[in-house]
């Protein structure tokens, strides 16, 4: 910190042109999360800015709003709310990380009590789940002392089976993760199949395992695009939802929602009622202090779009996708790649795809070469026992517009036809060069962590890349 002042405008103008080193987020193809909000919503956000949302008492209307956004959410989640003076259950999170770690939580916390209850163990719980799950699982599980009991992917199926994830439950399950919209392929799990075949069991063995679906992509997609897909808390097992309001809930980054199906699954003993200068009020968050825009700014896309607006968004996303998977499957005449993503809106809008043979280049190749253009698109590999698959993937948002999507096919053939011409030599030095600077930066990232293992990166070398 400097010792002395600076003015204003050259504090900002410093801080504006280190800012110019960051991409474009428009041309950012790896984010779910969303980059673009109309100008009345930017504005209503300015407006709030100075909001702390914890401070209920003095900011009534927030808190209002956000109950607001509860019902519409947990309506369109079909919650069971057939009462007229029905509540749904839930909060606002910071994202669907924060939501699934309450929703464990939750889970655990009442697991317990019935085993408690029962004079049987409760010391061993665990969650079944797929190891694609994303990173925020594995830190829910392990920061909740929980064990994480993972079907593993093979390199032909990366969605849970429904069958071998029952066998995987024991009286020691607190929850079954499902996941609707992955965030390596977009695909749907069958939450359908794994309820009717998770009752059975529960009824066989006397056993009250319920289900956790992680719909932290899907929840704003499905039920406008394949409304008929029976996923939601239409299953009776399903106790719980998430999703982020900031990814195809269209709002900016800061905001989640934790659903649950009715107060039985929220145990009393995890709800804070605190006496905020002399009302009491009830909380269920990690943090104290957040800022009131995100959830202003959720609000106002739903009362703005409304089912119409939301499903023409998503419908038109998903066009584009499909588009796009087209475009890219065309290229050197249907030979050059296999595509991974579903389309026709039977996952996310987004596109997973990888090289269909042995080439001299590989995916982080091509993602390199875009890179040039301006266009940030992930290479990754698939998930534990499958992460010899490479991919690459695009993930469409209401800003990837037809015309940008035809701008960037364009840049994609021109990227493979240079890979084509490249002399394998060449390449092969491209890479090590990139690679060195990879490790350059880390060392000087992390001076102090850079032998070890990182924790963030999680037990199967996860990172934040993918998300
Ligand atoms: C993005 C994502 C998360 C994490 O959500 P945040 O809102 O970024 O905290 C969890 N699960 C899935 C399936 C996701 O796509």
Known sequence: MGEEEIPARTAMRIVHDELLMDGTPALNLASFVTTYMEEEAEKLMMENLNKNFIDLEEYPACGEIE????????????????????????????????????????????????????????????????????????????????????????????????????????????????????????????????????????????????IHVDAASGGFVAPFVKPDLVWDFRLPLVCGINVSGHKYGLAYAGVGWALWRSKEYLPESILFTINYLGSPQVSFTLNFSKSAVQVIGQYYQLLRLGKAGYHAIMKNLTTTADFLAESILAIGNGEKFVLMSKTGGDGLPLVAWRLKNEEKYDEFAIARRLRTRGWIVPAYTMAPKASEIKLLRVVVREDFSRHRCETFIRDLREAVTRLDETPQEVIDHAKKVHDDDRMREVTRKMKHFHQEKHSLQGKHGKTHGVC
Request: aromatic share 6%; net charge negative.
């Open 67 to 210: 109950t607001r956004c509860v019902n519409m959410i947990a309506r369109l989640l079909n919650a069971p709310l057939d009462k007229p003076d029905s509540e749904a259950v839930g909060v606002s999170t910071i994202g669907s990380s924060e939501a699934i770690i309450l929703s464990v939580l939750a889970a655990k916390r009442r697991w317990q009590d019935a085993r408690k209850a029962a004079g049987k163990p409760w010391d061993k719980p665990n969650i079944v789940m797929n190891s694609a799950v994303q990173v925020c699982w594995e830190k829910a599980a392990r920061y909740l002392e929980v064990e994480e009991r993972y079907w593993y992917c093979s390199v032909d199926k990366y969605t849970i089976d429904p069958q071998e994830a029952v066998e995987l439950c024991d009286e020691n399950t607190i929850l079954v993760c499902a996941i609707l919209g992955s965030t390596y392929t977009g695909e749907y799990e069958d939450v359908k199949t794994l309820n009717d075949l998770l009752l059975k069991k529960n009824e066989a063995e006397g056993l009250n395992i319920h």
